[in-house]
């Protein structure tokens, strides 16, 4: 089994690289050779850990984050990013997670790929 790490810096809003990342995990969750799939946001990318945001268009993108959430993608904020944003004691979307940076140096030397957007 392949296991992929897949980071997320970009804003969930403002440009589609967010959203690009988000398909593609749910894209390699959801194959039938079941890949393990983690995903760390980071810098503005740890907003969409938060609930209840509307861009417009409806609930934005947390039915995505739940999806994945699903399908068994382990999905962390990095820790020094979610506090300089002020969302250490805000309620996340059910089944992220603070993560550390720690964390993310194990994941990272345990992929066999990593992607960033």
């Known amino acids: 089994m392949q296991d ?5 810096n970009a804003p969930p809003y403002g440009s589609e690289r967010c959203l690009s990342g988000l398909r593609l995990a ?8 079941k890949p393990a799939v983690h995903l760390f946001l980071m810098s503005d990318a740890t907003v969409l850990g938060l ?6 268009a409806g609930n934005g993108l947390q039915g995505l984050v739940e999806q994945l959430v699903g ?19 805000l309620p ?13 140096a194990e ?11």
């Not at 749910?26 to 050779?33: I, N």
């Not at 609930?51 to 417009?56: K, V």
């Open 71 to 89: 399908l068994g993608v382990d999905i962390r904020l990095c820790r020094t990013c979610a506090l300089a944003r002020g969302l250490g004691d």
């Open 107 to 117: 994941v990272t030397l345990a992929a066999d790929k990593v992607i960033t957007f």
């Open 4 to 8: 992929v790490l897949i980071i997320i």
């Open 51 to 56: 609930p209840n945001q509307n861009d417009g």
């Open 26 to 33: 749910a894209a390699l969750a959801g194959r039938d050779d």
């Open 92 to 104: 996340l979307i059910t089944g992220t997670v603070i993560g550390t940076l720690a964390e993310l």
